[in-house]
T-cell receptor, first 113, second 111 residues
Framework: QKEVEQNSGPLSVPEGAIASLNCTYSDRGSQSFFWYRQYSGKSPELIMFIYSNGDKEDGRFTAQLNKASQYVSLLIRDSQPSDSATYLC?????????????FGRGTSLIVHP | KAGVTQTPRYLIKTRGQQVTLSCSPISGHRSVSWYQQTPGQGLQFLFEYFSETQRNKGNFPGRFSGRQFSNSRSEMNVSTLELGDSALYLCVSSFGTGELFFGEGSRLTVL
């Protein structure tokens, strides 16, 4: 079983809809969770991070963490065509800098007008 | 504030050759990591350097090596190149706590 799993997609949603991206992880001791966005031909960039169970909102983005079920999700409200990208979930065993994140393979999101 | 700079951006090599990739992290960042990204395997961690010392290492063969200089600049080297080494190599700069800053990558093609 891969440590961090994501559905590769593509996930296709219409403009203005809510896109829901999911990620599961195998290490129950994981403490830090990150979502990165990667446009085609570009390098990943951080969208959000979450450390505690529950929801964390930042503009149109909401990260949700459920440690008991070992999943983290990213909701994108009012999806725009510019949101079309691959979204990478990353999980760290600790919050310190010496811990290396493990990345999922990413979910491709397509937002069509 | 300048971002993470990687050189060269593109390169083509043949099997058996070696390659050296360079990375300049964001000023003040002491942690530099290297990742390999391929369509089949996604982002795979190679190694991390902190204050010139290798602090973490991924599961790659010894043909992959790296180092960090006193000014935090880092290089990675791949010797005896194989076709499967064709990938995007990403340098990552970090202040230490969480957020990773990615360079634009060096795209290596091995023929």
């Amino acid at each position: 079983q891969k440590e961090v799993e994501q559905n590769s997609g593509p996930l296709s949603v219409p403009e203005g809809a809510i896109a829901s991206l999911n990620c599961t992880y195998s290490d129950r001791g994981s403490q830090s969770f990150f979502w990165y966005r990667q446009y085609s031909g570009k390098s990943p960039e951080l969208i959000m991070f979450i450390y505690s169970n529950g929801d964390k909102e930042d503009g149109r983005f909401t990260a949700q963490l459920n440690k008991a079920s070992q999943y983290v999700s990213l909701l994108i409200r009012d999806s725009q065509p510019s949101d079309s990208a691959t979204y990478l979930c990353a999980v760290k065993k600790g919050s310190g800098g010496s811990y290396i994140p493990t990345f999922g393979r990413g979910t491709s999101l397509i937002v069509h007008p | 504030k300048a971002g993470v700079t990687q050189t060269p951006r593109y390169l083509i090599k043949t099997r058996g050759q070696q390659v050296t990739l360079s990375c300049s992290p964001i000023s003040g960042h002491r942690s530099v990591s290297w990742y390999q990204q391929t369509p089949g395997q996604g982002l795979q961690f190679l190694f991390e350097y902190f204050s010139e010392t290798q602090r973490n290492k991924g599961n790659f063969p010894g043909r992959f090596s790296g180092r960090q200089f006193s000014n935090s600049r880092s290089e990675m080297n791949v010797s005896t190149l194989e076709l499967g080494d064709s990938a995007l190599y990403l340098c990552v700069s970090s202040f230490g706590t969480g957020e990773l800053f990615f360079g634009e990558g060096s795209r290596l093609t091995v023929l």
